[in-house]
């Protein structure tokens, strides 16, 4: 550039723009893996409070209504999103019963996914 010009070469702007390049090619897809981690992770946490709220409506039900159970639930996060929540209640021995709650859903992978959860209950 000569003295007294303003504005930038057009060396500098190509250069400008490989750099952005370079970096958007590193940038987007650590940003895609961060939003399917965070994405898991609410999955994860919605689930956990199903399970949750399963066990402490079987626990206070016990052991009047102590039988096994299934439904479909819609997740409040994502709208595409189901679960298969199901519950056992099962006699293990005379005056101990085993409750279990299992959760399965197709993870962004395509994949069947499940977490369950499990408690023993006497009876007086």
Not at 33 to 43: P, R
Request: glycine letters at 4%.
């Amino acid at each position: 550039m000569k003295r007294g010009e303003e504005g930038v070469t057009l060396a500098e702007v190509t250069m400008s723009l490989v750099l952005i390049g370079v970096f958007m090619v590193f940038a987007v897809p650590v940003l895609h893996e961060i939003k399917m981690k965070e994405t898991e992770e609410i999955i994860r946490l919605e689930i956990d409070h199903l399970m949750e709220n399963e066990m402490e409506k079987q626990l206070s039900a016990f052991p009047d209504r102590c039988a096994g159970e299934s439904k479909t639930v819609k997740s409040e996060e994502f709208p595409k999103q189901v679960y298969l929540l199901q519950t056992k209640c099962r006699a293990v021995e005379p005056f101990l019963y085993q409750m279990e709650v299992e959760v399965q859903w197709k993870g962004k992978d395509g994949k069947t996914k499940s977490a369950r959860w499990m408690t023993h209950r006497f009876q007086d």
